[in-house]
């Protein structure tokens, strides 16, 4: 399994749009096992999204699906800066779930 | 919904000893919605951990489950450090799945 936890800031007061965003479509992501997207409660603007894929090419090959491109262009304006960006290597636990 | 995102350091050699203690019997945690437990690919010691809980009190109630103590009792020794420990507001995503 391949994942990825980040931190990003959205611009001021657009943190709840974007979240948006980053949660349309997620569905239709193939060898994607987990996806979460979460508000950090001390940071009005950070991010964190969880992400556990079957491999990593799975997740590479999500980037060039339509509604995530789609996704990325929307979103990207919206972004004000990537603060932290860690590769994982989850071995297991609860909540893998294989997406359609 | 409440999470946390962790890293913890195990002590040197013991890092798939800790995981398998802290992989084993989570699927009995009433209120957890996603517990994923992953090696950092850059550092031979480190852990990470991601949560997703129904609410903070269920977190809370997961403490005081025998198994969940046995097994911080078996893990408390193995781990040299906590390095990083994120509150999180978990709004959606892929893979939040109730647990038994």
């Known amino acids: 399994m391949y994942g990825l936890i980040g931190k990003m800031k959205a611009a001021a007061g657009q943190r709840d749009a974007l979240i948006a965003i980053l949660l349309d479509g997620i569905d239709?992501?193939?060898?994607?096992?987990?996806?979460?997207?979460?508000?950090?409660?001390?940071?009005?603007?950070?991010?964190?999204?969880?992400?556990?894929?079957?491999?990593?090419?799975?997740?590479?090959?999500?980037?060039?699906?339509?509604?995530?491109?789609?996704?990325?262009?929307k979103a990207r304006p919206m972004i004000a800066s990537f603060d932290e960006h860690h590769e994982i290597e989850p071995i297991g636990g609860h909540g893998l779930t294989k997406a359609r």
């Open 28 to 73: 239709a992501m193939p060898g994607c096992l987990s996806y979460i997207v979460a508000r950090d409660p001390k940071d009005a603007d950070a991010i964190w999204i969880s992400e556990v894929w079957d491999s990593q090419d799975s997740h590479r090959a999500s980037l060039a699906l339509p509604s995530v491109k789609s996704a990325i262009a």
